[in-house]
């Protein structure tokens, strides 16, 4: 931080405290001053309006068949072409995004609780627990992530839900792993002694003191796994293992638009740009975060 | 060692940690840190323990206050065993033996304002309402020297001397017995220590406290203490009062410890001891006395049997076979 980071304000509370700011306000600030931080978070804004507000102002249905608008041409009225089913690609790009999202943000945050906490647990008490843990892991980034994510879902069928389980379930070992060894650092740090010294029972030990010294890195990986997820989740689609037809899911779509990609190549630009968008937002906005959380990958 | 005033017993205190190694972490080894230490410490007085770096003094504090878990001994607190303590009963145990550490850079939570870590120890045991522990922690702030606007600061933007009363606070706050201060100056600039040493010596007084001080520089301790405590290789070669043992030094590692203490004094002239070779590895302790590969008085018993550590009269205890004859 180049900034003077105390400020000169006094407030006016009984005991007249200064103003200070706190390490996350801090981070915020110099994210705002990040770049291509600053670029991927407004395309991922973006595209989170997008999948909110556009569906409302949409004059077709994703779902709205046009026998007569067959693979038509972008053209005024339909932005970004027809389908072979005469559907507005727009509209399901539209929607697509609120799909990729969803997948993307609930796949992620599970692999993020769970792998975390499976990682606080193997880094803090070690032994056994630690064994089980690690080597569950090992087992698990011991397959292709993706020929994994197929086998979950031909186990649990293939629907876009079950493709949202196996993708946070292949992420999961990603976490688990980046906490546990951060732990197994901040666990030696004098604080965590001192906590100890103090009398603080390992629930508080744990929640406390390590993982809020804990959770940087994780912020940044799940930045960045975001991106993936939404990519996994695109290939699922397009193996057929994930959104089920006739959800406008990107991948799918991909996929659906192969047989006429000569004649009628909007089918499959624009759901590939979408993709390609939403993962350079999360890309840019991983990078960015890192350089702001991690000092040391500064210059 | 009158039984009738001492606050902490400590007996055939040891600490091994293993060493392992091989395919399957089979132990092969260990390393005697702490190697049957024995002590007490009286109520209201300051116990000095010196030492080179490795010489266990560390080790020694925190096996009193089981961080680290001692691999035999006994230590006592106002009568109570605390090695015996079930993990939920030292907890609570643990109000009454506080530790100051000796990196105020390290042993301060960096996410916690100054507020929250002095707070922390009376949220813990459960010591009054939001308000009151408010009121404490303004009152402790004060009581170390802290400006109470900066309450709301972060770690990082305290000095080191600072930071070390933000420590010393935290482990003021539940009004304990007792204090292991661990070097708590060593890592603080030379103008900066004589504060804090004098703070924790006014503390000693208003707060009637009993401290464990551990330190490798012998002017501080010779300052803070009442009684000190000579470490070598893990084990207690000398204690005794502190100016008998300043004055009057009968281990030749004492001696030659004191010897290495600059005197301000450019026309006074000393013999001094200087010590050949290295301390030996802790896993590999030499037998008979530790020192006996250093010492410039060895016998041929000091190589064969250990000496005991014995009282030669007014509480100056020391383990030398040439105090024998």
């Not at chain 1, 997008?50 to 102002?57: D, S, V």
């Not at chain 2, 390393?31 to 323990?49: H, M, Q, R, W, Y």
């Not at chain 2, 309402?129 to 990082?156: F, I, N, T, W």
Request: glycine share 8%.
């Amino acid at each position: 931080m180049n900034e003077p980071v105390l400020t000169e304000r006094h407030s006016v509370t009984e005991l007249n405290q200064e103003k200070v700011e706190s390490p996350f306000r801090e981070t915020m600030r110099a994210l705002l001053h990040h770049r291509s931080a600053m670029i991927g978070g407004g395309i991922i804004l973006f595209l989170i309006l997008i999948a909110f507000i556009a569906p409302l102002l949409l004059p077709f249905g994703y779902n709205q068949i046009d026998a007569d608008a067959r693979l038509q041409p972008p053209s005024a009225e339909h932005w970004f072409g027809t389908d072979d089913f005469g559907r507005d690609i727009f509209a399901r790009v539209v929607y697509g995004a609120r799909i990729s999202l969803w997948v993307g943000f609930f796949a992620i945050t599970g692999s993020i609780v769970i792998g975390s906490v499976l990682g606080l647990i193997a880094g803090y008490y070690g032994g056994w627990r630690d064994t089980l843990i690690s080597r569950s892991f090992d087992i698990l980034l011991a397959f292709p992530a993706i020929l994994l994510a197929i086998a979950i879902v031909a186990m649990l069928g293939p629907s876009l839900e079950n493709a949202m389980y196996a993708i946070a379930i292949i992420n999961i070992p990603t976490f688990g792993r980046l906490m546990r060894s951060r732990v197994l650092a901040v666990k030696q740090e004098d604080f965590v002694l001192a906590a100890q010294a103090i009398g603080m029972k390992d629930t508080r030990i744990l929640f406390h003191h390590i993982l809020p010294n804990s959770w940087t890195p994780i912020m940044v990986q799940g930045t960045l796994g975001f991106a993936t997820a939404v990519l996994e989740a695109a290939a699922l689609g397009f193996i057929g293992m994930g959104a089920q037809p006739p959800d406008p899911e990107w991948g799918k779509m991909l996929s659906d638009s192969r047989g006429f990609f000569q004649s009628a190549p909007w089918t499959m630009i624009f759901p590939g740009l979408a993709i390609m968008l939403t993962v350079l937002g999360f890309n840019l906005l991983g990078d960015g975060l890192r350089d702001v959380l991690d000092p040391r990958m500064k210059q | 060692m009158t039984q009738s005033q001492s606050l902490l017993e400590v007996r055939n205190l040891k600490k091994y940690f293993p060493i392992r190694g091989g395919v399957f972490g089979r132990k092969v080894g260990e390393v005697k840190a702490v190697d049957d230490v024995s002590f007490s410490v009286n109520k209201g007085e300051t116990l000095g323990i010196v030492g080179e770096s490795g010489c266990g003094k560390s080790t020694t504090g925190r096996a009193i206050l089981r961080l680290e878990e001692p691999t035999s001994g006994n230590v006592e607190f106002e009568g109570n065993e605390l090695t015996r303590l079930k993990k939920e009963a030292m907890r609570r145990m643990r109000r009454e033996l506080q530790m100051v550490f000796q990196d105020p850079f390290a042993s301060l939570n960096p996410r916690k304002t100054a507020f929250e870590i002095i707070e922390e120890p009376l949220k813990v045991h459960g010591i009054g309402h939001a308000s009151e522990r408010k009121e404490q922690v303004m009152e402790l702030l004060q009581v170390v020297g802290l400006d109470v606007s900066h309450a709301g600061r972060y770690p990082h933007q305290f000095s080191g001397g600072q930071r070390q009363r933000i420590g010393i606070a935290r482990a003021l706050a539940v009004r304990p017995k007792l204090i292991v201060a661990d070097e708590p100056v060593s890592a603080l600039d030379v103008s900066i220590q004589s504060q804090v040493l004098n703070l924790l010596e006014d503390l000693q007084h208003t707060f009637d406290l009993t401290y464990v001080f551990i330190a490798h520089d012998l002017s501080v301790v010779r300052h803070i203490s009442d009684r000190v405590g000579v470490m070598y290789l893990g084990r207690m070669v000398e204690l005794a009062n502190r100016d008998s043992l300043y004055d009057q030094p009968l281990h030749p590692y004492t001696q030659a410890l004191l010897s290495a203490v600059p005197v301000p004094d450019p026309d006074s002239v000393r013999e001094r001891i200087i010590l050949s070779g290295d301390v030996p590895t802790p896993s590999n302790p030499p037998k008979g006395c530790a020192f006996h590969t250093r010492c410039p008085h060895v016998m041929d018993i000091c190589q064969e049997v250990r000496p005991e550590f014995k009282d030669y009269g007014e509480e100056h205890y020391v383990a030398c076979h040439l105090l024998e004859k």
